[in-house]
């Protein structure tokens, strides 16, 4: 079945679209990772200076666990990020199958690259999310 022009520029658009997500993705990756940074270990380390002195401080472990799970949100964001990438990339490569040679098994979904982002933002979060509930925890034992 050959290709008529009208699903030929649907694709063609289908592809500057994932360029320009591919795009954003970058500019989200950046955001992500100032504020998880920022923020999380900012706030920490405030307290410690200002606030709670960590000689002082009971149950450190908290403290310790939040950073080290902020730490993790952050690497699994940045790797997130890059197999995100490689996501678009496939993707974009299968457009470019399907219009360049009109292989319509190009366009079958087999992108493992999509599942393991998924993946990866969801551990970010989690790991996010633990770090908070630490420093909480923490801050909650040390200011009662």
């Not at 699903?7 to 679209?17: Q, S, V």
């Not at 902020?70 to 699994?76: D, G, P, R």
């Not at 197999?83 to 319509?104: P, T």
Request: proline share 3%.
């Amino acid at each position: 079945m050959p290709i008529t022009p009208e699903d030929k520029n649907n694709f063609t658009e289908h592809r500057r679209h994932l360029v320009e997500s591919r795009r954003i993705a970058y500019e989200q990756f950046d955001k992500a990772v100032f504020l998880l940074s920022g923020g999380g270990l900012t706030i920490s380390l405030t307290l410690i200076e200002k606030i709670i002195p960590f000689e002082t401080a009971l149950f450190r472990i908290f403290l310790i666990v939040a950073w080290s799970f902020f730490t993790f949100s952050i690497l699994s964001t940045l790797y997130s990020f890059i197999v995100s990438q490689k996501s678009l990339d496939a993707e974009i490569q299968k457009v470019d199958d399907f219009l360049g040679n009109e292989n319509y098994e190009a366009l079958i979904p087999t992108n493992p690259f999509t599942s393991t982002t998924i993946i990866l933002n969801k551990c970010a979060f989690f790991f996010f999310l633990i770090a908070v509930i630490s420093l909480i925890f923490f801050v909650g034992i040390n200011l009662s």
